[in-house]
Structure formats: structure tokens, C-alpha cells
């Protein structure tokens, strides 16, 4: 059995996770421990704060005790926003409180798309503009070109978590570009895992999504391969296991 654990802001997107643990197979368990959101704001200075070590802290002893081998901050604005370095001194933050392999959605995001072999990349980003931009900058940091990013202006977690499949095919329909490898979704809030098959048939490309490289993330610090092509193709390369 592997047992990754997942920080998880609030409650908003976080019933992809027992879906994609259902998907995974039965010897991989996802523990999620929920972080107190604080204000519930796509702006700046709340997603500093949502991230900040107090609250991190505050879910890392219930996580302990689960028996996870891993942990990722399940958040990508809360971990992004705080530049590269901020978010990599976030991670080894989390890391020594936990006592065990961290690291974030939106790294994730990076060695995902580092995973499948794509450098270019299109953003449709649920967040406001300023913040979606502030993604875009951490992705070019991790050394990827962004052909475009389409940003929604949602200014909370929770109207992102009321989102289905039209506003979900229509986000990545809008952001996706001809030139761009891979169209990323990055929000944790936004549901997802139920869609990947259908995004990816309808853009002719791997779709990146918050919940889906999170996991990913995990099982990666695990030092796991999982074969799950209903969770679309970051989960089809080289497996060590097969989900049929």
C-alpha cells in the first residue's frame, strides 16, 4: 500500500480525490487533511496567507498520523503566488513539518508537463487576471514558453467548485492554442477528474488539471508509476503498475 497525503484547502473541489484513488487501484490511498482557507479570495495577499506556514502547520499532525509517505500542498494560487523561490522555500517548510518528501501543485504542474514532454504550454486559469499572470510567471520560471493564458475572473473558491463539465470543456476550449502541447487548468477548487477523457478527446492534446497532477505529485515522491489512462496521458507513460 502507498499512502500519499494531500493538504487541501477548505472545501470546494476535493471529491476528485476519493475518484481518482478509485481509479489508481486499490494499493494506492489518498489521505486528505482540509487547511483553514481563511478568506476565500483569488487576491494576493489572502492566497499568501491561505499558504502561510501557521496554516500549513496547523494540518500537518493530523496528516502524520494517517501513515502518509508524502505530502503535497493540494493548492496551486496558494503556493504559486509566492514567486519560485517563495513557493520552494514553502515546500522545504512543509517538508521539515511533516518530516517527509513535499512539494506543491503548482511544481506539479511543472514536472508534469516535464513528464509528457511539452515545453509549450496555454493556461485557461479560473482566477483573475493579475493572479492568472502571476502563474504564467512561475510556469516560465520552471522553464516553460506560455503561448496564452485565458483567465476567468472568479474571485472565490467556492463559485469555482460549482463548475460542471460545459464550464469546464469551455475553459480549456478557450484557452487552448494551435501552437501550445499541453492546455493547463490550474485550480484545485475546480473539479476535474470526471472530464479528462473528454477534454483531452475534444483539444487533441494533453489536459494538465490541479487535482490530477497532485496526485501525480504525489505518487512521483513516492517514486511511483501508476497506468490510469481514464486520468489522461500523464498517467500512460512507462508504468510500474497497471489499472486496467
Known sequence: MTA??????GHSGEDDYPRIEQLLGSDVRLDLVHTDIGEDAHRVDALREMGSERRLASGVEELRLT?????????????????WEGARDQVRTLALLAGMPASSTSFAFVHAAQEIGVRRVAVGATYPEDVAGLFADFLRAGGLEVTGVRASGIVTAAEVGTWGEAEVLALARSADSPDAGAVLLPDTA?????YLPQLEKE???????ANQVTVWEGLR????RVNAPRLGALFTREPIVQVR
Open 190 to 194: 475546480l473539479h476535474t477528474a470526471a
Open 4 to 9: 500519499l497525503g494531500f493538504l487541501y484547502p
Open 67 to 83: 501513515g502518509a509517505e508524502t505530502v503535497v500542498w493540494a493548492c496551486t494560487s496558494g503556493s504559486f503566488v509566492h514567486g
Open 221 to 224: 515522491l513516492a517514486d511511483r
Open 203 to 209: 483539444l487533441g492534446k494533453p489536459v494538465l488539471t
